[in-house]
């Protein structure tokens, strides 16, 4: 990044001048002030001629626009240095947009150089430079709270797959720690805050962090569907921890595997589908006291038809909580990029999760209640039939009105021709008989249309 490297350099030699710079005395803040030291040797312009090397006036709120250049410049060299930019994917949105404002910072720093000595000319151009400064101060507390957001996902699941990996070895843990992370899920959920689909690739970063990110991915899903289910309502941490645990069992399996594109061989599939049977042992070798959560890992993998395993139950002798699983773990699995296809969006893998209640392999009752996380779930990036992209904010709940599910309310980010609009205009679908969403955009469209004004909508 040899920008942000030459950047570091001005960004070195203009803090070492600006200390220099005498702050003004109080009484005089509002006139302009003769400084010791010139604006022009900050720059390292300064006429060689005696005539010439009468200092220039700085006037204070040019001072104070230069002292918070300075905070700001600070501020982009420690971001600069975060290990999650510092060998940033070409496409990561986050990367090209911190390049933008490195950009930015740097024309701010030359700018800064260039303050002519007579007042009403400087504060003319105080005028742009406030601007750019709040440009900048803008775009840099984007990109702190996009890394805080990633930052602890990546947490989340480092800390999960220590603990799975710690069971799968036989050591004792500790249920509180499952139960605690499944409670933080759950405020997540009841605070209305939109899902984030965690992608972990098991050949470069271990199968524990796969298994982790999906587990976490089965567990906000299942957070928003134990409220509707009078069985667990009341009681709705244990579900969602015992999501958490249920694949522990696959830690038994090799990234090769779990990556392989082309079709299982029979033997293949006998090894994927032991993980299962496994999970529960694991969980009740170093769990005792999770006996019923055993119960119910086992049987998740299996189908109201018969045709799931390990056992091949059928219908009510599967536990209902195992019958919930299922399908949470079947939408969780279709929103994420796997070897044989790329991650669906949220109305097609809803569809998916339907045709196979229809089909009788899911629970059809509480396959509805997927209807709760409507078609176009909070955040979802959407199109709509006139071309005005937005995100959804608010969604109408309900099993028996699919209409109301596919018009929730949306903030619109662009005009019918793509142009950003200057502030979000929130529209509510089912409150109008004009337009509809075509469809959610994926990841590449989101970063070409909305990557410059926000980056945290496309990953």
Same mark, same amino acid.
């Given at each position: 990044?040899? /920008? ?54 700085? +006037? ?13 410049? /600070? $501020? ?8 999650? *930019? ?17 950009? *930015?910072? #740097?024309?701010? *720093? &030359? ?7 007579? @007042? ?37 699941? #480092? ?6 990996? !710690?069971?799968?070895?036989? =050591?004792?843990?500790?249920? %509180?720690?499952?139960? =605690? ?26 199968? @524990? ?18 409220? $509707?289910?009078? %069985?667990?309502?009341? &009681? ?53 006291? !999770? ?9 998740? $993998? ?19 909580? @195992? ?25 097609? @893998? ?12 899911? /629970? ?15 955040? +979802? ?15 109408? =709940?309900?099993?028996? =009105? ?13 005009? +019918?021709?793509? #142009? ?8 509510? *679908? ?30």
């Amino acid at each position: 990044m040899s /920008d942000t490297r030459q950047l570091l350099a001005r960004i070195s030699s203009f803090r070492a001048k600006l200390e220099g710079v005498p702050r003004l005395l109080p009484a005089e803040a509002d006139r302009p002030q003769q400084l010791a030291q010139s604006l022009q040797q900050l720059a390292d312009t300064v006429p060689q001629t005696v005539a010439e090397a009468e200092p220039p006036r700085l +006037t204070a709120r040019a001072f104070r626009l230069l002292t918070e250049a300075r905070e700001l410049i /600070d $501020h982009q060299k420690k971001l600069t240095g975060d290990a999650l *930019l510092v060998n940033p994917a070409e496409t990561d949105p986050l990367a090209k947009f911190h390049r933008g404002t490195v950009g *930015l910072t #740097d024309s701010a *720093l &030359k700018l800064a150089q260039l303050f002519p000595a007579a @007042a009403e000319a400087q504060l003319r151009m105080c005028d742009g430079f406030e601007h750019l400064l709040q440009v900048i101060r803008h775009r840099l507390s984007v990109l702190e709270h996009s890394l805080a957001v990633r930052r602890a996902d990546a947490a989340r699941v #480092d800390q999960l797959s220590k603990w799975l990996t !710690a069971m799968h070895l036989g =050591n004792a843990v500790r249920a %509180e720690g499952f139960l =605690n992370l499944a409670e933080v899920i759950l405020d997540e959920a009841r605070q209305g805050g939109h899902m984030r689909f965690l992608s972990v690739d098991p050949l470069t970063d271990g199968v @524990a962090k796969f298994v982790a990110a999906h587990a976490i991915n089965v567990a906000q899903v299942l957070a928003r569907l134990v409220p $509707h289910d009078f %069985e667990w309502a009341m &009681k709705p941490t244990m579900p969602v921890a015992a999501a958490l645990m249920m694949d522990v069992g696959m830690l038994d399996l090799s990234a090769d595997l779990l990556t392989k594109a082309a079709p299982l061989t029979d033997g293949e599939k006998r090894m994927i589908e032991s993980h299962a049977r496994r999970s529960a042992d694991i969980l009740r070798a170093v769990l005792p006291e !999770a006996g019923t959560m055993a119960d119910l890992v086992v049987a998740h $993998h299996e189908r109201i038809d018969g045709t799931g395993y390990p056992n091949g139950f059928r219908a009510d002798t599967i536990p209902s909580l @195992a019958r919930l699983l299922a399908v949470a773990d079947v939408y969780a699995a279709l929103r994420v990029d796997r070897p044989h296809r790329v991650a669906l969006e949220p109305r097609a @893998a809803m569809t998916e999760v339907m045709l196979m209640a229809e089909e009788g392999k899911l /629970d059809r009752d509480f396959t509805e209640y997927m209807l709760h996380l409507s078609f176009h779930p909070i955040g +979802t990036v959407i199109e709509l039939t006139d071309g005005r992209i937005g995100i959804v904010v608010s969604t109408h =709940n309900s099993r028996t =009105n699919l209409r109301a599910s596919m018009r929730p309310v949306v903030a619109l980010l662009t005009n +019918t021709m793509g #142009d950003v609009l200057p502030r979000p205009e929130f529209l509510d *679908l089912a409150a109008t008989e004009v337009g509809s969403i075509v469809r959610a955009l994926p990841a590449a469209e989101r970063r070409e249309k909305l990557g410059e004004w926000y980056p945290d909508l496309c990953s």
